[in-house]
Every structure is written in structure tokens, then in C-alpha cells.
T-cell receptor
Framework: AQTIHQWPVAEIKAVGSPLSLGCTIK??????LYWYWQATGGTLQQLFY??????VESVVQLNLSASRPKDDQFILSTEKLLLSHSGFYLC?????????????FGEGSKLTVL | QQKVQQSPESLSVPEGGMASLNCTSS?????YFWWYRQHSGEGPKALM?????GDKKEGRFTAHLNKASLHVSLHIRDSQPSDSALYFC?????????????FGKGTKLSVKS
């Protein structure tokens, strides 16, 4: 069975500090990977997607970056946090072939920027 | 303008009642829809997809799609307190390798016991 694990579960960080959030998918080779952001109780905004190791496409510019160093790992980071980065970050995977696939989300990482 | 609009924003139904959620798209590129459910503090989970006109039933959940009006609804019969959650309607982009889903703003469902 496929599993998706996100870390950390929650972070409280200061404005201007760096951030790294991670996601690991087990049991599925070469998945498409995604990062989504969600304001508290709000809609889901796709940030990045990756279809293969080393390749990441940005969907929106939010002073964040993403990397896929391994087939099963997706990292979201920034060197300088803004207040607006607060929210819920969700990693997701899908099978290939684009839009027809179901998205499988992780349990999320809650970020509070003070 | 939001390409996927959901209504109502929030909904309260008694336990055992019927909950009806609505979603309309303003983009004719969206030819089918997903419903996702998100319990508080968790990641969303897919409930069902629908791409043919008419009804699709899965257990207590029935989705209805009208392609001409780009309207999709989700009906939950015999609602349970565990159904209390945020429900999203989502439509995928029409092609490419990015399974980009455009999500609506969600409907918050509360089932009162």
C-alpha cells in the first residue's frame, strides 16, 4: 500500500527565518508530486508540481521553492519566511497521465509565522 | 472570478438528514469533477469523481452532473456526525502532465446529533 508522510507536523517560525518542509511517498514509483497551500479553512492552491526527479514546475510565485532530490521525496523551502506564508501545506501524489488521476494528500504541515 | 464556485458556504443538517452541496464551473474546459472531503487538521481525501451526465452513487453519497450547465451536486443521505467536514468540489485541467485541480472554496458541513 502507498503511504505519504509529511514532516514536520507543525512549525512556529519567526518572520525572516528559513523553512524546510518535507514529504516522502512509499510504495509507488515515479509518482507525480504536488505541493498545495491552504489558508485556515480556505481553498487549496497548488504551488508546485513535479513529474520526475530533479524537475519541478512552479505554479504560483509565493517566495517559496521546491525540489525533488529523490523519486520519493519532495521538499518545500524558503530562506526568508513572510507572515503570509502561514497556513497548511499539503503534499500530494498522483499517478501519471495528468488530469484524470486522483490526488492523494498527506496529512499536512501547519505553519505559523510570527 | 473563481472558476469553481461552491454553495452554500456552510450547511447544518440533523443526524440522519440529507445534505446537498452545489458546485458550478464557469469554465467549459472543465468536463468532469471531483468531490474531496477534509476533516479538521487532516489532508483532503477524494470521495468520488463524475464525468457523465446524470447520477453516480457510492454508498450514502450521490453526485449529479449536468454538463450543459456545468453544475454538479453532492447529496449525502443519512448524514452522520462523522460527515462533518469541509467539502471541496474540484475540476482538473484539460490536459498535460500536471494534474492541476482547481478547487472551489469549500462547503463546511456540520451534522448535529
Amino acid at each position: 500500500a502507498q503511504t505519504i508522510h509529511q514532516w514536520p507536523v507543525a512549525e512556529i517560525k519567526a518572520v525572516g527565518s528559513p523553512l524546510s518542509l518535507g514529504c516522502t511517498i512509499k510504495g509507488k514509483s515515479s509518482p507525480n508530486l504536488y505541493w498545495y497551500w491552504q489558508a485556515t479553512g480556505g481553498t487549496l492552491q497548488q504551488l508546485f508540481y513535479s513529474i520526475t526527479v530533479g524537475q519541478v514546475e512552479s505554479v504560483v510565485q509565493l517566495n517559496l521553492s521546491a525540489s525533488r532530490p529523490k523519486d520519493d521525496q519532495f521538499i518545500l523551502s524558503t530562506e526568508k519566511l513572510l507572515l503570509s506564508h502561514s497556513g497548511f501545506y499539503l503534499c500530494a501524489w498522483s499517478l501519471g497521465q495528468g488530469a484524470t488521476g486522483q490526488l492523494y494528500f498527506g496529512e499536512g504541515s501547519k505553519l505559523t509565522v510570527l | 472570478q473563481q472558476k469553481v464556485q461552491q454553495s452554500p458556504e456552510s450547511l447544518s443538517v440533523p443526524e440522519g438528514g440529507m445534505a446537498s452541496l452545489n458546485c458550478t464551473s464557469s469554465d467549459r474546459n472543465f468536463q468532469y469533477f471531483w468531490w474531496y472531503r477534509q476533516h479538521s487538521g487532516e489532508g483532503p481525501k477524494a470521495l468520488m469523481s463524475i464525468f457523465s451526465d446524470g447520477d453516480k452513487k457510492e454508498g450514502r453519497f450521490t453526485a449529479h452532473l449536468n454538463k450543459a450547465s456545468l453544475h454538479v451536486s453532492l447529496h449525502i443521505r443519512d448524514s452522520q456526525p462523522s460527515d462533518s467536514a469541509l467539502y471541496f468540489c474540484a475540476a482538473p485541467n484539460s490536459g498535460g502532465s500536471n494534474a492541476k485541480l482547481t478547487f472551489g472554496k469549500g462547503t463546511k458541513l456540520s451534522v448535529k446529533s
